[in-house]
């Protein structure tokens, strides 16, 4: 079935390394969300993008949608041991009625 | 605070048990959903509803079925439980979704189901 893939599975980062998750898909997305998730925890909302070439920033984190609408990133500048946790994105395939989660980013952080 | 409140946060059944998984929230959420969580898995959708009385089957049904007698209740089902289907079990709502635009789900905490 259509799949929006997410790379890499693992991350493993000194605190104060940047972090970068990645999401692809083969067809056209109308959007992007990424969640994240805690240890332990449920995906907790974080943002969406629309737009082709859409950029977002809450404090530390950016997210990226792509030109082309098929892909999307998210950046965290200097890591802190809060930011530990899966995040995941989630597009809608154009035309189609539900979200596709990515299998997800697990991000341990050594302090 | 709004909240998506699932039943139980740990369930064990037997093998052949008709398990109950319930879900509420009070947002007034049109969708709900139910997904199961697995390692290396991620999130994969077992069923959801976009109004009362109305049911989607997701991308694993398989051995799953669900109610929504009224808009905030949602209720997955397995007929008879089995080991295989021993996971975690989120459910999820979120208002009906635009043309292009989706409003963010928002997450239960989880039913994790050990079938014995």
């Known amino acids: 079935g259509q799949q929006v893939m997410q790379i890499p599975q693992y991350q493993h980062v000194q605190e104060g390394e940047d972090f970068t998750t990645y999401c692809n898909s083969s067809?056209?997305?109308?959007?992007i969300q990424w969640y994240k998730q805690r240890p332990g925890g449920h995906p907790v909302f974080l943002i969406q993008l629309v737009k082709s070439g859409e950029v977002k920033k809450q404090k530390r984190l950016t997210f990226q949608f792509g030109e082309a609408k098929k892909n999307s990133s998210l950046h965290i500048t200097a890591t802190q041991t809060t930011d530990v946790g899966t995040y995941f994105c989630?597009?809608?395939?154009?035309?189609?009625?539900?979200?596709?989660f990515g299998q997800g980013t697990r991000l341990t952080i050594n302090p | 605070d709004v909240k998506v409140t699932q039943s139980s946060r740990y369930l064990v059944k037997r093998t052949g048990e008709k398990v109950f998984l319930e879900c509420v929230q009070d947002?007034?959420?049109?969708?709900m959903f139910w997904y199961r969580q697995d390692p290396g898995l991620g999130l994969r959708l077992i069923y959801f509803s976009y109004d009362v009385k109305m049911k989607e089957k997701g991308d694993i049904p398989e051995g799953y079925s669900v109610s929504r007698e009224k808009k905030e209740r949602f209720s997955l089902i397995l007929e008879s439980a089995s080991t295989n289907q021993t996971s975690m079990y989120l459910c999820?709502?979120?208002?009906?979704?635009?043309?292009?635009?989706?409003?963010?789900?928002?997450f239960g905490s989880g039913t994790r189901l050990t079938v014995v």
């Open positions: 989630a597009g809608r395939i154009q035309g189609a009625q539900k979200l596709v």
């Open positions: 067809t056209t997305l109308s959007n």
């Open positions: 947002m007034d959420h049109e969708n």
């Open positions: 999820a709502s979120s208002f009906v979704q635009g043309l292009t635009f989706d409003y963010g789900y928002t």
